[in-house]
């Protein structure tokens, strides 16, 4: 026997200035392997991705075990430098389709073993996930006071061609760094309609603050789902 999660998902979601990456919540998707952004996928491919996030999460019962499975996830979902060895260094998270399904299939799992019987995704979740015409991205900053990201600007570089964001998120408040380099680091989010870019392509994301500063991210869309 099987029950529907109700509750809906929240999908979305001046000094020197250096750029790094942080993450709420990635899932694992098929590390080491070659891919491209899937922008179509099928109500096959959904489950799948649902049963991609779900079951290291059903087979993770130790908070060490759940915290492994959330390190090696993070891993395909993240572009640029990795925040945990080189935490000011540029790095950003896009949450793709099969980023948010596999989202979707942690939930089940937690629920499930909170509830003690299988819990499964509402189709109409599943679906509006599917449909989603806009990729999110997620950048964190690292600056030398607390507002030094407000009024950041974000576009994509992809050859010649330039891919402004349609919508940027406000800047959390800088808090407070505890490692080396600037004294605070905050973060937004950005997003971008897949029909304006290569879903395969080498890009970079370039950051602009008002203080004339520039942070680069480089991704490889060829290496994400």
């Known amino acids: 026997m099987s029950v529907m999660i109700k509750d809906g998902m929240n999908f979305y979601g001046h000094k020197r200035v250096w750029g790094a990456a942080s993450l709420i919540g990635v899932w694992m998707m098929g590390i080491g392997m070659a891919w491209a952004i899937d922008v179509k996928l099928s109500a096959q491919d959904a489950q799948k991705a649902l049963e991609t996030g779900r079951i290291p999460m059903e087979k993770a019962n130790l908070p060490e075990d759940v915290k492994k499975v959330l390190q090696q996830a993070s891993l395909a979902a993240r572009v640029g430098a990795d925040p945990e060895k080189d935490p000011c260094s540029a790095s950003a998270i896009l949450r793709t389709k099969r980023y948010r399904l596999e989202a979707f299939g942690r939930q089940e799992a937690v629920e499930s073993k909170k509830r003690k019987i299988d819990v499964r995704m509402p189709e109409e979740f599943i679906k ?54 600037p004294a605070f680091r905050s973060r937004f989010t950005a997003l971008f309609a897949y029909e304006q870019f290569d879903p395969n392509a080498k890009s970079v994301f370039v950051v602009n603050l008002q203080d004339g500063q520039e942070a680069r991210i480089h991704a490889d869309f060829s290496k994400v789902r």
């Open 128 to 181: 509006k996930v599917m449909d989603m015409p806009n990729m999110e991205v997620e950048v964190q900053l690292c600056g030398d006071d607390e507002y030094f990201a407000e009024g950041a600007v974000i576009e994509l570089q992809q050859g010649s061609k330039r891919i402004k964001s349609i919508d940027v998120g406000k800047a959390e408040r800088g808090r407070k760094n505890e490692g080396q380099g």
